[in-house]
């Protein structure tokens, strides 16, 4: 489940935020691999990280992403802020998964009992990309994918929330090579169908999950974000939803952070409800090298902890570094720009 700290907004109105809290280890988080979109589970005190692993296969660059081929999933660990990045090796193959023909992109994973689960986006051998699931006895793999995708999830960036009722919900959604926008009412039309500048942008989806975590248990509804007077942000807003969705609780508040792709950052929002509406808050990563970025956050140490991407270490798109950032938490439960 994604970590929650109770009382963290009282710690942080007493001022217990003043105190020194860890730093992100510097630079990137491990170099002998590429790799990107990082997710982020703290599970018996070890930070389990979730990435997307990039190579260069030679497929072409173009606006639907082809130039990132993903072809498996790595896990890495880190035991302690100052201790060495784990990278435990290859949990899932694109051969592994039945249903897949190409392009394992952004994962996230999911804990109950002891069974662990990783989400994963897939283009099937139509070229749609739908949702997969795959279930391990241990964090780090290796994973055996379910035969078919999950009925009625699609689009890319699965990420998984757990409140605290133990009730687990899925959001979905990318634009443009994402395919958010070749969608309707969870209807694939095959079509890029985007909003009027001055209408509602194209939302994320989100669905609550089974008991077994293996399927929906409702069908999708959008996950709408609102400007501070409850107005949908628009398509021509420029803190519009892109792609990479996360949900994180910050004592009663839920907290969605998402790229905004065009401006390169990632922003976040927050929320009363899982399902929304969120309300924009700003920024909470400044621009990185790269197209755009990817991340989650993370409760560790009595800390909280920004996981993201940049090209900066290879300066091409499709090969990234995963990295760290310590974050500030507000009083008011949101967080202050990460600067870099």
Do not use: C
């Not at 990137?28 to 979730?50: K, N």
Request: proline residues 7%; glycine residues 10%.
């Amino acid at each position: 489940m994604h970590v929650r700290a109770a009382d963290t907004v009282a710690h942080a109105a007493a001022g217990a935020f003043a105190q020194v809290v860890p730093d992100a280890p510097p630079g990137p988080l491990i170099d002998s691999i590429w790799t990107a979109d990082p997710s982020g589970h703290v599970w018996d005190g070890t930070l389990w990280i979730y990435p997307s692993h990039d190579e260069d296969t030679g497929a072409t660059a173009d606006d639907h992403g082809s130039h990132y081929d993903m072809r498996d999933y790595h896990v890495l660990s880190l035991d302690s802020l100052d201790g060495e990045v784990v990278d435990h090796g290859v949990a899932l193959t694109l051969e592994q998964v039945p249903w897949a023909a190409r392009q394992l992109w952004a994962p996230d994973a999911a804990r109950r009992g002891d069974t662990y689960y990783l989400y994963f986006p897939a283009k099937d051998r139509d070229g749609v990309f739908r949702i997969g699931v795959a279930t391990a006895e241990h964090p780090a793999g290796p994973f055996t994918a379910q035969p078919e995708p999950i009925p009625g999830a699609y689009s890319i960036d699965p990420a998984v929330f757990t409140d605290d009722d133990g009730s687990s919900y899925l959001v979905t959604g990318g634009i443009l090579g994402g395919q958010l926008q070749r969608w309707r009412d969870d209807v694939y039309t095959g079509v890029d169908a985007y909003p009027g500048l001055d209408e509602p942008a194209l939302a994320p989806r989100i669905a609550r999950l089974s008991d077994d975590l293996l399927s929906l248990a409702e069908p999708t509804r959008p996950l709408v974000l609102v400007d501070d007077e409850g107005r949908a942000l628009t398509s021509r807003d420029p803190n519009r939803f892109f792609e990479g969705a996360w949900i994180s609780k910050v004592g009663d508040t839920y907290v969605f952070m998402y790229s905004n792709g065009d401006s390169h950052q990632l922003v976040h929002a927050t929320g009363d409800s899982p399902y929304g509406p969120f309300t924009y808050r700003g920024v909470l990563l400044e621009p990185v090298i790269g197209w755009t970025t990817h991340g989650s956050i993370v409760e560790w140490h009595d800390a909280w902890y920004l996981l993201y991407h940049d090209a900066e270490r290879s300066g091409r798109d499709h090969l990234r570094t995963v990295r760290m950032a310590r974050l500030d938490l507000r009083p008011d439960g949101t967080f202050a720009t990460v600067r870099r």
